[in-house]
Each structure stands twice: as C-alpha cells, then as structure tokens.
C-alpha cells in the first residue's frame, strides 16, 4: 500500500471560517473533557491503601472501568442525544479526537513520551475527517462535511489511480491548509544500491561535506530575520494579556516563524535535489539528531534542522531512484579513507585530515565523508550483482531483472515523478 500526503491552502469564505473555527472549539472542549476524565480516574487509584492524597481528588468507584476510547466513545455518543453542541459538529471528527487522545496514552508508554496536556484555544489547530466521499474534488474545489465546497490552491495535481481516504483541515499563522492523504494499492520495490555512490557528512561549520569535496555553508535561517523578531518580543513584553493588541502582535510573531520554517524546508529540497542530481546512491550517519538538540550549539543546531534534512533527503531519494541508507557513525572522524589508519581524536579546532601513515592530505570533513562513503559500500554493494560500475573502482550495485521492471512500470503512472531530468 503506497500512501501520499498532499497540502494544500484552503480558501473559505466567512461561513466556513465560523464553521471551522467552531469545530475547533468543540474538539478542544471534548479532547480537555476526555483528558480529565483519564486524569480522574488515574488520581483516584494512585494513593496508598494506608494514606490519603495531600490534594483533593474525585472518589471513583472501584467498579467503574478505566475511561478508554471504547468506553468514552459510548458516553460521546450518548451526550450527544442531550448536548446540542456536540450534535452541531461532525461525528467522526470526535472521534478522531479520542483516538488521538488514546493514541498520545500509548505513546507515553510505548516512546516514553509526557503526559497528553490540556489544549487552549490557540493549541487546538487540526482536526480530520476520516471518510471522504467519492468525487469529492471537482477542479480547484472539495467537497467537505458541513462545509460544502471550499476552494484550494490546486498547486499540484492529484495522481491518477489514488484513492482520497481522509483530509485534515489545519489551522496556521498564514491561513487554513488541507491535507489530503491518498492511497494507491500497489507494492513498490525498494530501492537498490547502484550508480556513483557519496558520504554525506553534517556539521555546523560547514552545514554538509560531500565525499566528492563539495564543502555546503550553513544557511542562518534565524540569524536573517533575529532583529525583526527580537523587536516583537520586546513589543510584547509590554501587551496585557488577554487583549487584542497581544493576540494581534502573537499572530504577527507566529507568521515570522513561520516565514522561517518555510525557507529552511524549501532550502532542504532544493539541496536534497542536488545531491540526487549528483548520484545515485547516498550514505548518511545514523545519528540522533535529538541529542544535538540539548547541547550547547542546540540553538543553532535547531536552526539548521538536520533532522528534518535527513527525512527530506530519505523521501526525495525514493521518489527519484536513488539509494539512501545510514551507517554506523562510530570513529568516522577518527578514521584515515585511504589506508583505514586509526588517526585518534581530534579537536574542533583542527579542519584538515593528515594521515601519518599514509600523508594523505584533505578537508577533515571531507575525509569523513569518504569514510561513511566507503563503510556505506562495504555495507551494501558487496555481494550483489553488477548494474552499473559505481566509480570507477570495482564498486558495484545491483537491481534485480524483476525489480527493474515493476519499476518502469510504476515510473509510467507517475507515482515518481522527477524534478530535474536524471542521467
């Protein structure tokens, strides 16, 4: 099963505006109800048998099941007959309400992630609609529940042969966006090594290094619009809560970040094109992005979003053919990639590799570029059947008769479709 994502920005009028705003509203009353419903129950049963809670708690019964989605999904549809706020408000759109609701639950125990929280009304941004009817999208308009049919900006058409399965509606600081999830019953092949392979190696001096010797500086998204929105926080600093003129100026900061956000993910495209422009397979360290993130660069490593580059790269290399995968990230930095020389560790402040084995010379991030460059090989091209000669050097890659052609076939429904024309 191939599933797709597409965003689109909505244009609604006033009346659907109201309407969606108040959807919002009633899954924000309903998710905070359902949470302390939870909350309750959890509180009444976690004191000691031989003492009493230091705080006041609700006595629930010991018979009275834990609240689940089964359970408050019966008492949602019972309120309903005798709410009619609720009633105003599509029900499966509730319902999705406490599936999320019980799936952050299990993410809690499962991904050790915290406690779900209450939502105010500027938390609340999304709900989704599960079941889309058929032929529901009819040019640049779509056809929702209560909404009737809302325009969109139909940047990019629709696949043929998908199946439109559920569409989120989404609150930003720029406007209201849909996102349309499509499903297509296909199994895909994965991609294979094959072609010229390179390292990639991230960092903050140079945002990425290429074992070809391509050496990318790191874009200070940030540091470009800093003044302007220090200015804004300052300005807020000064606004009463609660007021107008403090949601006003909110809504002002918001769209700054969002301004951000948008130039890094589309500077992340554009250099993750590139590179697949450049080969066809590409190796990556597999590191976890979340620990740089609590350091003391954690500012400037956010900034970068490596994390998010990563993903992007992952998804650019599927769609246009070409082989993406990580390795181990153990001494690559400490490692010669000509004679494999362990050189020991070096300082932040020493940006050239000299082997003193060998005297090879070379930028010391590109060096452990070609050293995740060459574990990637040793990893995945050894042992398969020759494609095509990788660069020269007896490194091969391999994609099976079969596999070669389900993929032709699948390149001529469009499901990959390429940006830039690929040799």
């Known amino acids: 099963m191939l599933t797709l994502t597409y965003e689109f920005k909505l244009i609604p009028n006033k009346q659907q505006i109201e309407v969606i705003e108040h959807t919002l509203s009633v899954c924000r009353s309903v998710w905070n109800y359902a949470l302390k419903d939870r909350k309750d129950w959890l509180s009444s049963r976690k004191s000691p048998v031989n003492s009493c809670s230091l705080i006041q708690e609700y006595i629930i019964f010991p018979d009275v099941p834990y609240p689940n989605y089964h359970n408050q999904a019966k008492a949602l549809t019972k309120a309903k007959k005798t709410n009619h706020i609720l009633k105003s408000v599509n029900a499966q759109v509730l319902q999705q309400v406490l599936r999320t609701l019980d799936r952050a639950f299990a993410d809690m125990q499962s991904k050790k992630l915290g406690f779900p929280r209450f939502k105010n009304k500027y ?9 889309m009817l058929k ?3 009819k040019g640049n308009k779509i056809k929702l529940p209560q909404l009737g049919w809302v325009k969109f900006r139909k940047s990019r058409e629709i696949p043929d042969g998908f199946q439109l399965k559920q569409a989120r509606i989404v609150r930003k600081a720029s406007g209201y966006f849909m996102t349309l999830s499509l499903q297509l019953d296909v199994n895909i092949p994965d991609v294979p090594f094959h072609g010229h392979p390179i390292g990639i190696d991230l960092g903050l001096d140079k945002f990425l290094a290429t074992s070809d010797g391509e050496l990318v500086d790191r874009p200070r998204f940030l540091n470009r619009l800093q003044r302007k929105r220090k200015l804004l926080q300052r300005r807020l600093r ?10 006003k100026l909110n809504q002002k900061i918001a769209r700054l970040h969002q301004r951000i ?6 500077w992340h495209f554009k250099l993750a094109h590139r590179l697949c422009d450049q080969s066809q397979s590409i190796f990556i360290e597999d590191i976890d992005f ?5 350091g003391m660069l954690s500012k400037h490593c956010l900034d970068a979003g490596f994390g998010q580059f990563a993903t992007i790269l992952k998804w650019v290399g599927w769609k246009r053919d070409v082989f993406v995968a990580e390795v181990d990230k153990n001494f690559t930095s400490q490692i010669c990639p000509n004679c494999g020389f362990h050189t020991g560790k070096k300082t ?3 940006r050239e590799h000299n082997c003193p084995e060998c005297g090879y010379k070379t930028h010391r991030d590109v060096a452990t570029a070609q050293v995740i460059r060459n574990r990637g090989v040793e990893d995945y091209a050894l042992g398969h059947s020759v494609l095509e000669n990788a660069c020269g050097d007896g ?14 076939e699948l390149l001529n429904v469009n499901l990959r479709i390429s ?3 690929v040799a």
């Open 135 to 137: 032929g529901c999208v």
């Open 261 to 266: 956000s948008d130039i890094r993910k589309d």
């Open 395 to 408: 490194l091969t890659g391999a994609v099976t008769s079969s596999q070669e052609s389900v993929k032709q």
């Open 238 to 247: 000064n606004k009463k809560k609660g007021s107008n003129n403090r949601h």
């Open 348 to 350: 932040l402040d020493v």
């Open 290 to 294: 979340r620990s740089w993130s609590r």
């Open 419 to 421: 940006r830039y024309s």
């Open 123 to 131: 938390r609340m941004r999304s709900y989704v609609y599960p079941q």
